[in-house]
C-alpha cells in the first residue's frame, strides 16, 4: 500500500543567515547582517546596519526580517510598506493633520535574496527597544492610566492614518506596539502588517478559508467568521 505523500506546510521558517553576511537590494544599498534576536510566526529576524550610512550605520539600528520566498505574510507586509509606509507619505499626513508623531515605521529597504540556494524575501526597517507587553510583563502585568492613554491616543493617529490610505491593520495588539527607546510611552511604532489589508468599503462576506485569521486572544466575531476587515 503507497502511503500518501506528507502535506507541504503552508509558510516555512527561514533558512538561518550568518552574522556579517552583506545583503544588497535593488539600489545597491549594502546591508550587514547582525544576531538574530527574534522569530515571527515563519520568519527570522536580525539586527542590521547600513554601510555608509549616518542614520542606520550603528550596530542593531535596523531590524531586518526574512522570510522564504514563497510565505505570502511578508509579502503582504512590504505591499504596505511600500504602497504607504514611505517617508515622504508619513511626513505629509503627519503636517496637514497637525500630528507631531506618527506611530508607523518608515520604508527602508526590501528585496529578494539567495542564501545557500534558498531564495528570501526580506523587509528592513527601523529597529526599536521593545514590546508594550514586554513592559507590562515586566510591571506585573499591568500598565498605568498615564501610560494607557497615551499609547490609545498614537494607536487611533496610527489608524487614521491607515484609513486615511484605505487600510485597516488587523492585529492591533501589545506585541505590535513597539517603544522607540525604554520606558518612552510618548514615542510608541505600531508594527506587523502581515494581516493588514486594503478596504474601500463595508465588505461583510463570511470565507471560511480565512476563520480564525489572527491572534486568538483578540480574534473579533467577524474574524471568527472568516470575515475580512473593514470599517463597520
Known amino acids: 500500500m503507497t502511503m500518501p505523500a506528507p502535506k507541504k506546510k503552508l509558510h516555512e521558517l527561514a533558512a538561518v543567515v550568518p552574522e556579517k553576511t552583506v545583503i544588497t537590494d535593488s539600489r545597491k544599498q549594502r546591508f550587514i547582517v547582525g544576531k538574530e534576536f527574534a522569530r515571527g510566526g515563519f520568519g527570522r529576524i536580525y539586527t542590521a546596519k547600513q554601510e555608509d550610512s549616518r542614520e542606520y550605520g550603528k550596530d542593531g539600528s535596523l531590524a531586518l526580517k526574512i ?3 514563497g510565505n505570502g505574510p511578508l509579502f503582504t507586509e512590504i505591499t504596505v510598506f511600500q504602497r504607504i509606509l514611505m517617508p515622504e507619505k508619513l511626513t505629509e499626513w503627519s503636517k496637514q493633520n497637525k500630528v507631531s508623531h506618527v506611530g508607523l ?6 528585496g529578494l535574496y539567495t542564501h545557500n540556494g534558498e531564495k528570501l524575501r526580506f523587509l528592513i526597517m527601523p529597529r526599536y527597544e521593545k514590546s508594550l507587553e514586554t513592559y507590562r510583563t515586566s510591571n506585573g502585568g499591568t500598565l498605568d492610566m498615564h501610560v494607557v492613554l497615551s499609547v490609545a491616543k498614537q494607536c487611533i493617529n496610527c489608524l487614521s492614518y491607515m484609513q486615511d490610505h484605505d487600510y485597516v491593520h488587523g ?4 506585541d505590535n506596539i513597539l517603544l522607540a527607546s525604554a520606558n518612552a510611552f ?14 474601500k468599503g463595508n465588505v461583510e ?8 485569521n489572527g491572534t486568538l486572544l483578540f480574534t473579533s466575531l467577524d ?10
Open 105 to 110: 515605521p518608515p520604508y527602508i529597504s526590501s
Open 205 to 212: 462576506k463570511p470565507d471560511k478559508k480565512r476563520a480564525h
Open 67 to 69: 522570510e522564504p520566498h
Open 223 to 232: 474574524a471568527h467568521r472568516g470575515c475580512a476587515p473593514s470599517y463597520r
Open 186 to 199: 510618548s514615542k510608541c511604532f505600531l508594527v506587523d502588517f502581515g494581516l493588514a489589508k486594503m478596504a
Open 171 to 174: 492585529d492591533l495588539k501589545a
